[in-house]
């Protein structure tokens, strides 16, 4: 159960947004995706859950390939996601959000429960006892009732990847699953999706928090202007210097920003302020 990228591309006019990437995310491990704002992140998971078409190139799993299909062909494929901003359905209730995730495999079971009330019941008892466990694992089973909507930030970031994990995925793409979050949300965020981590899943996780990053990721790939950079370790990520030259520039660099800063600073009138 591999996800392969084999020299993906993807261009808007001529603008290429993503460059002949390669390379493999396993199963049993936690894949980070990082870059600085642009590199191509959140492309990437476009592409692979089908919202974004490929320009070039192929996404395969299990040899199966994915690019070209259409996005509900993906899902049921075993693709599942999260989004930058919540895409909840706020007007259900926490339950509910979940439960509708079993309609794609069981719509054509529907007019059993019409005529068949016994069915009908124990159907929605499965369902229910499905949500339920996962809704506990991510400490919301006291909001079950309550409209998505009126969930705090934090609660309603765990509800959208439970509501992910629903279909029981083969991957699970987490697009800036800690954005918006506090210090002890973080925490707990970074706890339950290393408790999520099996030998019968791919998980990727797109983020700009690099404390969460490199404590929770088994292999990171870096992204840079579209290309791929460097993949490899925590350790081998913060050691490269690669890496540190795309994130924090020269010392020319940095010396030129700061030069910058301070002239912007002269223009609008403001004082620097002198340490003791």
């Known amino acids: 159960m591999t996800l392969v990228f084999d020299n993906l591309r993807k261009q808007y006019g001529n603008n290429v947004a993503i460059d002949a990437v390669s390379t493999r995310f396993e199963p049993g491990l936690i894949h980070g995706i990082i870059g600085p704002n642009g590199a191509g992140k959140s492309t990437l998971i476009n592409m692979t859950a089908g919202s974004y078409t490929v320009s070039a190139g192929s996404i395969s799993l299990d040899d199966r390939k994915l690019s070209g299909l259409k996005k509900y062909q993906i899902a049921n494929a075993g693709i599942a996601r999260t989004y930058q901003n919540i895409r909840l359905f706020d007007q259900m209730t926490v339950l509910e959000n979940l439960e509708v995730c079993f309609y794609p495999q069981e719509v054509g079971q529907t007019w059993k429960e019409v005529i068949w009330p016994p069915f009908a019941k124990k159907r929605e008892a499965r369902r229910q006892d499905a949500c339920m466990e996962l809704l506990s694992f991510f400490n919301l089973q006291g909001y079950a009732h309550a409209y998505a909507g009126?969930?705090?930030?934090?609660?309603?970031?765990?509800?959208?990847?439970?509501?992910?994990?629903?279909?029981?995925?083969?991957?699970?793409?987490?697009?800036?699953?800690?954005a918006g979050l506090n210090h002890h949300e973080t925490a707990e965020l970074t706890a339950k999706l290393s408790e999520l981590k099996s030998q019968n899943r791919v998980m990727i996780i797109v983020e700009h928090d690099m404390d969460l990053v490199m404590a929770l990721c088994d292999r990171i790939v870096v992204m840079h202007h579209g290309k791929l950079l460097f993949q490899g370790t925590p350790g081998e990520v913060q050691a490269s210097s690669d890496v540190q030259l795309a994130y924090l520039g020269t010392a020319n660099d940095i010396d030129d920003i700061k030069a910058a800063a301070q002239d912007r600073r002269a223009q609008l009138g403001i004082r620097t302020r002198q340490r003791s």
Do not use: F, W
């Not at 609660?155 to 793409?173: C, D, F, G, H, S």
């Open 150 to 178: 009126s969930l705090p930030y934090g609660r309603q970031r765990m509800l959208e990847i439970a509501r992910a994990l629903v279909t029981n995925p083969k991957v699970l793409l987490l697009d800036e699953p800690a």
